[in-house]
């Protein structure tokens, strides 16, 4: 049997990840912030490396495990997905991977690294304009949620929780308020179409 060659280089965590470990059912999650960081790190682009994006001024702590589903892209076709189930026309893509948050009671304490998740849900977000869903997923195997097979089945605080610091994370007393608006709470199938639109919008973007 021939040796298999290693991977030498490290691969970049947008581009050099597979979205899917098994499709339609479980995804890869890469996390780039835990419930216990008070900075907001995210993925420098080009580098791949996590980066501090700037400290949380204030309480805002996010209430899962969050970061972004790895060869997706939030363009035209996952802005015109908004623009269908909200009845707008001007909406555009944020031009971003897709977020995701990951739902466990696990304490996972550390960022930069790759969990498998079911998407459940999401969040149809708006942010100044332009589209910025939250795929809502659970930790595969996850002892207390994995009984979770939709979103409809997550405990209404929990569902607040997560509305809440993605409607306040970025507002700042005193100043004027963020243009941010969650239009929807969806289900299963909504989030698989996303997720499917942003991999072909990463497509026609990247391997064109």
Known sequence: MAK?????????????????QKEDEIINAFIEMTPIDSVKYE?????????????QKFS???PALYGFVPRTYCGEGVAEISNKNTGRTGITGDEDPIDICVLTERNIAQGYLIVPAVPIGGLRMIDKGEADDKIIAIL????VFSDFNSIEDCPPTLI???????????QIPGEEVANVEIAEVYGKEKALEVIKQSQKDYQQLFQA
């Open 140 to 143: 595969k195997g996850d002892e």
């Open 4 to 20: 298999k060659e290693p991977n030498k280089f490290l691969p970049h965590p947008w581009h050099g990840i597979q979205c899917w």
């Open 43 to 55: 993925i420098d682009k080009d580098s791949g490396f996590l980066m501090v994006d700037r400290p």
């Open 160 to 170: 607040n929780r997560l509305k809440h610091y993605f409607l306040t994370y970025k």
């Open 60 to 62: 805002n702590i996010v």
